[in-house]
């Protein structure tokens, strides 16, 4: 009996800063309760090769990894449950980018939004469009659609500013099991609606390039102090307060039940003094991530410790990680030259051609000849002095096609006219199989 494959679920955060509680909310916590739903494998990894595309400065990547990979720790992923893993522990990655790279029309990047926002830019300031673009910006999606396709992943949980990525990704996908047979899972895009996006301390979405954000693991006393700054309306205590738009209300909601939700809404209404929300808030989130603190204080001062989980979660990927590739890169015709080429690609799978075979014989003459799939002789040629001679027998029966098989009779062993016939037939049939593949 086959069993149906579990649902794989893979996601990245990219190491150029401090985690926040947007970055908590949105991607950690999510994936700290996937990672206990028992019917999904989960593959979480820490996206330091895209880090580098954003960031040059190498204490900050390092410093960052660290931080990222103790907070979903301490906030309670089980790395024996899951495949958890630094990205550039994975050598195959960058190999599978260049596999997909070659199957990417460049014409599609040229469209992605991050690359697109950099030249509307350059082009708004009236600079060169292509002015402090890196190519690694503009390669951005493929390391991603590598981060996905390497480990099948079925579902990837993002926020909307990365579904396009997803969509590239499916395109790869699709794009190399055309050319070179089924490889590839086609992922699809989880956008949480309950986890939109959570604003920061100005109101905007809370990112690092806003500045606007409230570290996780701050310590209690800088917490509170942060949260004291987030931007509220200058209404006086007694008056009401309007839910709408306040970020404090929408940052409350993301780690409150209902109830207690419902609770500082009536508050609101009834006049809440701004600093009063502000300590209930304070309050709310610290009773969450308080239980977590010590951990997360025991693993930075530990990275040792870190690194050994890391490096067995890369260990655990590599044994999926390792023998695709090999598939892979045997499948695009990177191969032993050995290795028989009657195997796996669509292709070959679909016509099995016949194929020239030259060899030497005994009286030190050069021969070849035609063999169809199933090994029957079609054609077989007279000795010749060198294989550069024979080499160029064939190469001229395989670009001239079927006819030169009887122009060329005097250079072939006289098989019988039927076989010839046959022979002529079979080498058409390679000449423009070649020419389709040289399309
Ligand atoms: N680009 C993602 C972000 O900035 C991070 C990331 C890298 C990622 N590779 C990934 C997310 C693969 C999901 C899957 O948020």
Redesign the pocket.
């Known amino acids: 009996m086959t069993s149906t494959p579990r649902t794989r679920v893979?996601?990245?955060?990219?190491t150029t800063g401090t985690p926040h509680l947007g970055n908590y909310v949105g991607a950690i916590r999510p994936t700290v309760q996937a990672s206990r739903d028992l019917s999904t494998d989960g593959f979480y990894f820490l996206?330091d090769y895209?880090a580098l595309i954003k960031c040059d400065d190498p204490a900050r990547i390092q410093r960052s990894t660290l931080e990222i990979a103790a907070s979903w720790i301490a906030s309670g992923l089980d790395t024996d449950k899951v495949t958890f893993y630094r990205q550039s522990d994975i050598p195959e990655i960058p190999e599978l980018t260049w596999f997909l790279t070659c199957v990417t029309g460049k014409g599609v990047l040229n469209r992605a939004h991050a690359y697109k926002a950099a030249v509307d830019k350059n082009n708004a300031a009236g600079h060169d469009p292509d002015s402090d673009v890196s190519a690694g910006l503009f390669m951005y999606p493929v390391l991603?659609g590598a981060?996905?396709l390497m480990f099948k992943a079925h579902k990837?949980p993002?926020?909307r500013d990365?579904i396009q990525?997803i969509e590239m990704a499916r395109d790869m996908a699709s794009s190399f099991n055309h050319l070179y047979g089924e490889h590839f899972v086609l992922p699809e895009a989880v956008v949480e609606e309950s986890v939109a996006l959570l604003p920061g301390l100005d109101g905007r979405k809370m990112s690092k390039s806003y500045d606007n954000t409230i570290p996780l693991f701050a310590p209690a006393a800088q917490m509170r102090k942060q949260i004291a700054g987030i931007l509220t309306d200058s209404k006086a205590p007694g008056e009401a307060k309007s839910t709408e738009s306040s970020a404090l209300f929408q940052i409350y909601q993301a780690f409150a039940s209902a109830e207690e939700t419902a609770a500082l809404s009536k508050a609101y209404a009834e006049g809440i003094a701004w600093g009063d929300a502000k300590q209930v808030l304070f309050e709310r989130i610290d009773r969450e991530i308080a239980p977590m603190r010590d951990q997360y204080q025991e693993l930075i001062h530990n990275p040792a410790k870190l690194d050994q989980i890391l490096l067995a979660g890369a260990d655990k990927a590599r044994q999926m990680a390792t023998p695709f590739i090999k598939e892979l890169r045997h499948a695009v015709g990177l191969r032993a030259l050995s290795s028989g080429s009657n195997t796996s690609t669509a292709k070959e799978a679909k016509v099995a051609l016949p194929s020239f075979k030259q060899y030497r014989e005994k009286d030190g003459q050069f021969y070849f000849k035609l063999v169809d799939a199933q090994g029957q002789l079609l054609l077989q040629s007279h000795g010749f002095a060198s294989p550069k001679e024979a080499g160029q027998t064939i190469a001229r029966l395989q670009t001239e096609g079927g006819t030169s098989v009887f122009e060329l009779h005097h250079l072939l062993e006289p098989l019988s006219h039927e076989a010839q016939a046959v022979a002529a037939k079979n080498i058409e049939i390679i000449r423009s199989s070649v020419e389709k593949n040289n399309k």
């Open positions: 893979l996601t990245g955060i990219t996206a895209h991603m981060d996905i990837v993002v926020g990365q990525h």
